[in-house]
Nanobody
């Protein structure tokens, strides 16, 4: 059993900030990449930010405003979102590539999603 649980979403005014958290739990041998994706109504799910082996990558639309970080001891990943814009409104999903005990492969796991709404 592996679970990813997100928290921190909500309603915020333009220019405001939110910090999303995601913690993985369960039978985990190793977590490789962890990242955040988002999906707005009528749009495809898109990568927001990802971190792996100490490196990070961001979508152009969030560069300079969002920061991804990890706490490996807690199997957690965070997304600090500043200067939020209405176009940031979406359901945000946590994703992690996880290797489980006695299983040689790595698969991706998804959180349930957390709603972020940026509106005045």
């Amino acid at each position: 059993q592996v679970q990813l649980v997100e928290s921190g979403g909500g309603l915020v005014q333009p220019g405001g900030s939110l910090r999303l958290s995601c913690a993985a739990s369960g039978s985990i041998l190793r977590i490789n990449a962890m990242g955040w994706y988002r999906q707005a109504p009528g749009k495809e799910r898109e990568l927001v930010a990802i971190t792996s082996s100490g490196s990070t990558n961001y979508a152009d639309s969030v560069k300079g405003r969002f920061t991804i970080s990890r706490d490996n001891a807690k199997n957690a990943v965070y997304l600090q979102m500043n200067s939020l814009k209405p176009e940031d409104t979406a359901v945000y999903y946590c994703n992690a590539d996880i290797r489980r005990p006695y299983y040689s492969g790595v698969r991706g796991y998804w959180g349930q999603g957390t709603q972020v709404t940026v509106s005045s």
